[in-house]
């Protein structure tokens, strides 16, 4: 199981302990991709950093919006520890719209499927 080490605002390729997988992934991604993370049993939605001026790239992910309190917080509350960590591999929802889906039970009937899921 890999973990990451609470100690900043973004997290850094070299925070990742026991994921040489994530940090492959992080250090391989373009600039401003996204990337989704499911940390301490939460998704979150990071974006690769900007390379330097020099253009070199850089190890770090920041949060994106949709995630940037959740992480501001985690950083705030228990910066230095290390909590369990794992890539997604397959896309993840908005965690916007993943946190309000169970309101959203009456749109997903069979019928509503048959009629709407091929649009």
Do not use: C
């Amino acid at each position: 199981m890999a973990f990451v080490k609470i100690s900043d605002n973004s997290i850094w390729a070299k925070h990742v302990q026991d994921g040489e997988d994530i940090q492959r992934h992080i250090l391989n991604l373009a600039e401003n991709a996204p990337v989704a993370l499911q940390i301490d049993g939460k998704i979150l939605l990071f974006r690769k950093m900007k390379n330097g001026s020099d253009g070199r790239q850089t190890s770090g992910i920041r949060p994106d919006e949709t995630s940037r309190d959740y992480w501001n917080k985690l950083y705030s509350e228990r910066r230095g520890e290390r909590v369990p960590i794992a890539l997604l591999k397959a896309p993840a929802a908005e965690p916007y719209l993943q946190s309000i889906g169970h309101l959203l039970g009456e749109w997903d009937s069979p019928s509503d499927n048959a009629a709407y899921n091929d649009l």
